[in-house]
């Protein structure tokens, strides 16, 4: 019998907020977090932090003159990672592992760069340190002053569901008793905007329609003719210790992955086979009927929402679990996704309390919420589903 995983603190910084009392209540208001700003040569919807959320970072930038160079990534995810450690409990005597991963890295910092170079000939002197990947988990050490291995890594928009993976192995193999996990991510530029509307997956803000229109992500909604993806910034991280501890918020009961072989860069097959292996390997020990939820990787893209719609009724058949997603709310912020969803599920299961997308088929809860399956995906069919219970 695999050894329990207690997830003893989760924090997160995000449109929502950075204080779990707030962030739930933005769950039950019913709105999206998505406001226009000019990026990329046109106005286009993104879902930037909340104002108390700014005023943190900015603050913590001013404490220390070395963050002053920092990546917003980095900054996100020390101020998310300094206030889990203080939920837990860890102090500076306790030897705890990170890994804190991101998809695009440090993005603001690399295109300031890049373009400083372009005009002037010469990089800065701090243009490298800051601006590698290992920046974030190595930062977050210096801040906590942990003595634990750091890890980094990037795995696209399953990237912080692998962290969540490799502290799982760390623990389970008895080289750590303690593991902080998540991931980080400030994709609201130019250039990454750029990116994703050359893959036609971005949400047109300039169409007369899609700017009257209540929810401008779709995600969840299988009729829709166009993608409707938007960009959302922040990070999350959680706090793993080996054991059951009565300071449990959430138990990891099991945990899924698997990978597509590629068709092309961003391919994913019709039934999404990837989801189907991760979750089938998450679940099996488990009865179908027990899982109450599952919070859907879920986009807003017309192929990505769909495939993994099909791949949930490949396993589960008829009787579907309730299904929702976050991305409406706030947007996909690619490699902390995974974790925010994370978050979003020990809510869901702390309150009892299923949250559902506005305008998706509706959905009734019918019985207590005690087990909740999260899924992720990556470009490349890079799939994660990890099952959590009270």
């Known amino acids: 019998m695999l050894q329990t995983i207690s997830i003893t603190s989760i924090a997160s910084i995000s449109p929502l907020g950075n204080d779990s009392k707030t962030i739930w209540n933005k769950y039950l208001n019913g709105k999206h977090y998505f406001s226009e700003h000019f990026l990329d040569h046109k106005n286009t919807f993104v879902a930037k932090l909340d104002n108390d959320s700014e005023q943190t970072v900015a603050a913590l930038r001013e404490s220390d003159?070395?963050?002053?160079?920092?990546?917003?990534?980095?900054?996100?995810?020390?101020a998310a990672s300094r206030k889990a450690i203080e939920n837990?409990?860890?102090?500076?005597?306790?030897?705890?592992?990170?890994n804190i991963g991101s998809s695009r890295g440090a993005t603001v910092l690399f295109e300031k760069h890049h373009r400083d170079y372009l005009q002037t000939g010469k990089a800065q002197t701090l243009a490298s340190p800051?601006?590698?990947?290992?920046?974030?988990?190595?930062?977050?050490?210096?801040?906590?002053?942990?003595?634990g291995p750091e890890i980094s890594h990037s795995i696209t928009c399953s990237?912080?569901?692998?962290?969540?993976?490799?502290?799982v192995a760390w623990l389970r193999a008895g080289m750590a008793d303690k593991f902080l996990i998540g991931g980080s991510e400030a994709p609201l530029t130019d250039f990454t905007i750029a990116q994703m509307r050359a893959l036609k997956i971005y949400a047109d803000s300039e169409n007369p329609q899609a700017r009257h229109i209540e929810w401008p992500n779709r995600a969840l909604d299988l009729e829709k003719k166009r993608s409707t993806m938007i960009l959302g910034e922040g990070a999350g991280v959680?706090?793993?210790?080996?054991?059951?501890?009565?300071n449990a918020l959430a138990y990891i009961e099991?945990?899924?992955?698997?990978?597509?072989?590629?068709?092309?860069?961003?391919?994913?097959?019709?039934?999404?086979?990837?989801?189907?292996?991760s979750m089938k390997m998450a679940l099996e020990n488990t009865e179908l009927s027990e899982v109450d939820v599952i919070v859907m990787h879920a986009p807003g893209t017309i192929k990505g929402d769909l495939t993994e719609y099909n791949a949930i009724e490949k396993v589960f058949g008829k009787n579907l679990p309730l299904l929702t997603t976050n991305k409406w709310k706030i947007g996909?912020?690619?490699?902390?996704?995974?974790?925010l969803s994370l978050e979003f599920a020990i809510l869901m299961l702390q309150h009892n309390t299923f949250i559902g997308v506005p305008f998706a088929k509706a959905q009734t809860q019918t019985k207590p919420i005690r087990k909740v399956l999260i899924n992720a995906v990556g470009f490349g069919g890079n799939a994660v589903s990890v099952l959590l219970s009270l």
């Open 332 to 339: 996909h912020t690619f490699g902390a996704s995974g974790i």
């Open 88 to 98: 837990a409990g860890w102090s500076q005597n306790d030897v705890f592992g990170i």
């Open 130 to 147: 800051t601006t590698t990947l290992g920046n974030i988990s190595s930062w977050v050490a210096h801040d906590l002053q942990s003595s």
């Open 65 to 78: 003159h070395k963050y002053k160079a920092l990546d917003k990534s980095v900054l996100y995810a020390i």
């Open 159 to 167: 990237t912080a569901l692998h962290a969540l993976l490799n502290g």
């Open 254 to 277: 099991g945990i899924g992955y698997a990978t597509e072989i590629l068709e092309h860069n961003i391919s994913i097959s019709a039934e999404a086979t990837c989801f189907q292996k």
């Open 238 to 246: 959680c706090c793993l210790e080996i054991g059951a501890t009565e």
